[in-house]
């Protein structure tokens, strides 16, 4: 039997629902049970591809080319279950579909409402293409109370009702902030916030409460009789030092010990020895190492989620604390030598993330030259392989025009929007006039690595496949010049059409590549291109 938990929010968003949610998936994962984690995003969007980054932080991309909420990259680092377009859904995307049926007549004529039409939608969503898992989670965005979340807090009601207790549970998230002047902890906030929750017909079983200092059991108690909670069904979250320590603060409060008892399952001891190494590697480093990260989004730090925590699993894989330096690139634009190097002299390693549009590229560029010229180890994710392409060509083969069709109009751009690829059998059409929402080469796509690279030595095998999130394209017509001028292509899809992945090879550690490694790192299976470079980074920190 598939059991369902939902998880609600209250008080204040970004109480870290997303994170408790995979770190509930991991614990169940420990007992031994089959998990699979959901998303239910309350805006209008029929996706997050459109959005700004510094609005709502990055979009993760899954094998199967959808484009997802950020906190999908959570389920994934801390399960290692790989999700699927089916695994995130908008407010949008139910509305398009309910009305891409109306218009096809598929309800006989019916007047359309958000209940039971909308809902039933919903519902159907959360139960759809599932493999046998023991237990669902599904997360609920946004805040209890605001209006646009009503739809889908009706609509896991009604499940609940129709799975019942023994199928179903509610989990809310909540915040017992500290009052420092009167020294206490206040829980008036969740009280209102479930009290909120139940007045549309919603109980929860468990209460995930969020703070920086330790619950007396007298106001845990309190709790739990205002909310119509067990005492015990109280878990206090406290703040920790990583998130990868969320598991284990979790379990040692009782949340996977009240998930088992309110299903009525056994209460056997998980195996927790995967984080308890994690964490080990994580609090006693041989080292530290200084990685600037040179991107254009850097006022939001979620803006690269993935790339952070595959940065620190590499910092796992060489037992190194990774320091991470923001740099926004637009500070970078400078014909001055000095002010690059005030900036970038100290770092072990830099890497240049992806990004769209001309802003802020010149200072990718100047960066990506200092990490040539200084033999700093240098990594190049997506729009960073591209920019990488353009320092060759400009300023070693004497290319001083070479340029992007994303930056204007150009007569033969080195890197040039994308019009036609493979996708399975199918082939896929784009054009300038394209949607900007889901028409980029999305997904998980083959790449063959060159026998002896350092892309082949890092990853150990010849074929590999990662996930992708671009419109543009290096010129593959370009391939000698390149050569020439001491960049080649080392990576190539299957056809040899496209280019994957250039180096430098004489350079100690120069690599760049067109897909976005960081959404398959793992903190239990660090990324190889993450784990090489934080290790040529430390290797670099040694010399200097």
């Not at 997303?18 to 995003?41: E, F, H, I, M």
């Not at 965005?141 to 009702?161: K, Y």
């Not at 989004?297 to 620190?312: F, I, P, R």
Request: charge should be negative; aromatic fraction near 6%; glycine fraction near 10%.
């Amino acid at each position: 039997m598939t059991r369902f938990i939902f998880i609600t929010g209250g008080v204040v968003s970004s109480l870290g629902k997303g994170l408790g949610s995979a770190a509930l998936g991991a614990l169940l994962q420990a007992r031994g049970y089959k998990v699979r984690l959901r998303k239910l995003d309350p805006y209008l969007n029929v996706d997050p591809g459109t959005m700004s980054p510094t609005q709502h932080g990055e979009v993760f991309v899954t094998d199967d080319g959808a484009e997802t909420d950020l906190d999908l990259g959570h389920y994934e680092r801390f399960t290692g279950v790989g999700n699927r377009r089916t695994d995130n859904v908008t407010t949008g995307r139910i509305y398009s579909d309910v009305l891409a049926k109306e218009r096809r007549g598929d309800y006989l004529g019916a007047t359309i409402q958000v209940i039971p039409h909308v809902t039933d939608a919903i519902k159907a969503f959360v139960k759809a293409n599932l493999d046998d898992e023991d237990f669902v989670l599904c997360e609920i965005g946004g805040t209890v109370g605001d209006i646009e979340s009503l739809p889908f807090l009706e609509a896991i009601r009604q499940l609940g009702n129709e799975l019942g207790r023994e199928a179903s549970c509610f989990v809310h998230v909540t915040l017992l902030p500290y009052i420092k002047a009167a020294g206490e902890l206040k829980t008036k906030p969740t009280q209102h916030s479930v009290k909120e929750l139940q007045s549309v017909g919603i109980q929860p079983d468990v209460l995930l409460c969020r703070t920086e200092h330790e619950l007396p059991d007298e106001q845990r108690g309190k709790i739990g009789l205002f909310c119509n909670v067990r005492g015990e069904a109280v878990i206090l979250a406290n703040d920790v030092s990583n998130i990868y320590e969320v598991p284990l603060a979790y379990h040692e409060q009782g949340l996977d010990t009240e998930i088992c008892r309110h299903f009525g399952l056994e209460d056997k001891t998980p195996d927790l020895s995967r984080w308890q190494d994690i964490n080990h590697a994580i609090n006693n480093p041989e080292g530290e190492v200084n990685i600037a990260i040179v991107g254009k989004y850097v006022s939001l730090q979620d803006s690269y989620k993935s790339l952070s925590e595959a940065l620190a699993h590499g910092g796992i894989a060489n037992h190194q604390r990774v320091k991470l330096t923001w740099l926004d690139s637009e500070l970078l634009e400078t014909d001055d030598d000095t002010v690059i190097a005030e900036h970038l002299s100290s770092a072990d390693a830099i890497l240049v993330p992806g990004g769209f549009g001309e802003r802020g590229s010149a200072g990718k560029i100047r960066a990506i030259q200092f990490a040539r010229e200084h033999k700093v180890p240098y990594l190049g994710i997506c729009f960073g392989m591209q920019m990488a392409v353009l320092e060759s060509a400009r300023n070693i083969a004497g290319d001083p025009q070479a340029t992007s069709s994303e930056f204007g109009p150009a007569d033969n751009p080195l890197v040039g929007l994308m019009t036609e690829w493979n996708v399975g059998n199918e082939v896929q059409t784009r054009n300038s006039e394209s949607d900007l929402g889901g028409t980029m080469r999305l997904g998980a796509y083959q790449c063959v690595l060159e026998e002896g690279s350092l892309a082949h030595r890092v990853y150990g095998t010849q074929n590999i496949s990662e996930r992708h999130r671009h419109r543009y394209e290096v010129n593959v017509g370009y391939k000698d010049m390149l050569a020439e001028a001491g960049l080649q292509i080392t990576g190539l899809s299957p056809d040899g059409g496209l280019p994957e992945i250039v180096e430098r090879p004489d350079h100690p550690f120069f690599i760049a590549v067109q897909f976005h490694p960081e959404l398959k790192s793992r903190p239990f299976e660090p990324h190889p291109l993450f784990s090489g470079f934080v290790n040529a980074a430390k290797e670099r920190s040694r010399l200097v």
